[in-house]
């Protein structure tokens, strides 16, 4: 159940409206990092979640996104408000202007319709959440960006708060994520190929014509993995025999 309040989470005021600004700041409101994306994202994997604590995580942080989303909207409005009347304004972005009538719609700064395939939805929590964590980081840079790109305080301090909220829901996810007790390479069910699984295929081998040379980096050997050079020129130095047995053993079980 929803229930609007009246009152944003965060007062937004600001100075001067700058149009090409709130141009900007729809990227926020109907783009791919933006806050409509994350609520509709986390809601939907809440709904299919069947840990009643984690669907709570999910549920609780999708619906704060969409106060994030009428903040978002609330500020790019009030930017976007002289294209209503004046035909300078209205030049920064012609589509809301025309279409909108000077207030946001769901498109992103390129005037891109929003979709729903801006959305991870797979249905295994330990990748939704990785998925989750992700978005949160992406939201924060494009925050970070849009900060930069305005001198108005009160506009600035609205991303910055924000922005924090983003970091808030990454830690969050990041709790949640460890609280699964599954090990970072534990995904879904199945175990990965034995020998294969810890081969580092080198693919980037030779000089170019600018003097650039081949760098494996160092961590790969280090860290366990077998460095196999050159596999397209060498295919008989990858692992490929591992699933072999596995599917011996299936039809013998199955005579």
């Not at 909108?100 to 979709?115: D, E, R």
């Not at 969050?172 to 609280?179: G, P, V």
């Not at 980037?204 to 397209?232: C, H, I, R």
């Amino acid at each position: 159940m929803y229930h609007h309040v009246k009152q944003l989470m965060y007062t937004v005021k600001i100075g001067d409206p700058d149009p090409r600004f709130g141009n900007m700041l729809l990227e926020q409101f109907g783009g791919a990092n933006g806050e409509l994306a994350a609520a509709m994202q986390y809601s939907v994997q809440g709904l299919n979640c069947d840990d009643p604590e984690l669907k709570d995580v999910l549920m609780d942080i999708g619906t704060e996104e969409l106060s994030h989303l009428e903040i978002i909207g609330t500020l790019a409005r009030m930017h976007l408000k002289p294209t209503k009347t004046s035909r300078k304004a209205a030049e920064a972005d012609p589509l809301v202007a025309i279409a909108g009538g000077g207030g946001v719609n769901l498109y992103n700064s390129q005037g891109s319709a929003w979709t729903a395939d801006y959305l991870k939805v797979s249905g295994q929590p330990e990748v939704d959440l990785r998925s989750n964590i992700a978005a949160e980081a992406r939201a924060k840079i494009v925050y970070e960006r849009l900060i930069g790109f305005t001198d108005d305080q009160g506009t600035k301090d609205a991303l910055q708060f924000l922005m924090t909220r983003e970091i808030t829901h990454m830690k969050a996810f990041m709790q949640a994520l460890d609280n699964l007790g599954k090990g970072p390479l534990e995904i879904g069910a199945l175990p990965p190929t034995p020998g294969l699984v810890d081969q580092f295929f080198n693919d980037s081998t030779g000089e170019d014509q600018y003097g650039a040379a081949d760098k494996t980096p160092a961590w790969a050997v280090a860290n366990g993995f077998k460095l196999v050079d050159s596999p397209a020129f060498h295919p008989q130095e990858m692992e490929l025999d591992g699933p072999a047995p596995a599917r011996k053993a299936k039809r013998a079980g199955a005579r």
